[in-house]
């Protein structure tokens, strides 16, 4: 089985050589390119004022992330969750930069480009000269994102999930699972699922129930029914 993870960040800017900091990072595990369940999210204390044009972006307070953990405290869960399965990100120099340069000053390693799969070149690639960002592709592909009313790191790598299967080939790259997991997935949509079972019904239908419908048709204009 292949193992993957989906990874994003939320910062208080655009360069971590500026003094800016993470904020938010999000992960999500796939197998053989689907979700396994497996999560790790957490928001962070990036010691500094996060400006409002960032809050605007995904609205995470200075306020509100003063109580939260260093990214110091996150690292050793942060490197054992990941561990050196391949990353998906979309857009992944921008990420990438601010996570080694968090690491670099922690005094660890950084993490190596030649380990992440970007989305984003394989949007543009595949759809030249369009719109190639996650809202963008959501709706190219009709992948819900109406809770995106602002940029989160676990919302953002639940939809990057389904936009990655899209870019490789479609819901059915996924038929080549293996039956475990494939029966896994099952069992977890059928549990969401309350199936009510029907009662076996006699035919022909009744004649009470041929006059409705023949009451529903005269309802139709130039019905197709008839």
């Not at 800017?13 to 497996?38: D, F, Y």
């Not at 962070?44 to 260093?70: C, I, Q, S």
Request: proline share 6%; aromatic share 6%; hydrophobic share 40%.
């Amino acid at each position: 089985m292949s193992r993957e993870i989906v990874l994003d960040t939320e910062t208080t800017g655009l360069e971590p050589a500026e003094g800016h900091r993470m904020v938010e990072i999000g992960c999500l595990e796939l197998v053989n390119h689907l979700p396994t369940g497996k999560v790790f999210q957490t928001y962070l204390n990036p010691l500094r004022d996060v400006p409002p044009e960032a809050v605007r972006v995904h609205g995470l307070t200075t306020e509100f992330l003063k109580d939260h953990p260093l990214f110091t405290e996150k690292i050793d869960a942060f490197l054992e969750f990941i561990g050196d399965d391949t990353l998906v990100i979309h857009n992944a120099e921008f990420d990438m930069k601010f996570i080694n340069a968090e690491l670099k000053t922690a005094g660890f390693k950084p993490l190596m480009m030649d380990r992440v799969i970007d989305t984003l070149p394989i949007a543009r690639q595949k759809f030249p000269g369009q719109p190639a960002n996650l809202d963008a592709l959501c709706r190219r592909f009709k992948i819900d994102n109406s809770e995106r009313s602002i940029h989160g790191a676990l919302l953002d790598v639940e939809l990057l999930s389904e936009v990655y299967l899209e870019l490789i080939g479609g819901r059915q790259h996924g038929l080549g699972l293996g039956s475990e997991l494939a029966t896994q997935q099952s069992q977890k949509l059928n549990a969401r699922i309350k199936r009510q079972k029907r009662p076996v019904r006699a035919f022909p239908p009744k004649t009470e129930e041929l006059e409705a419908h023949k009451a529903l048709l005269d309802e139709i204009k130039n019905s197709l029914w008839r």
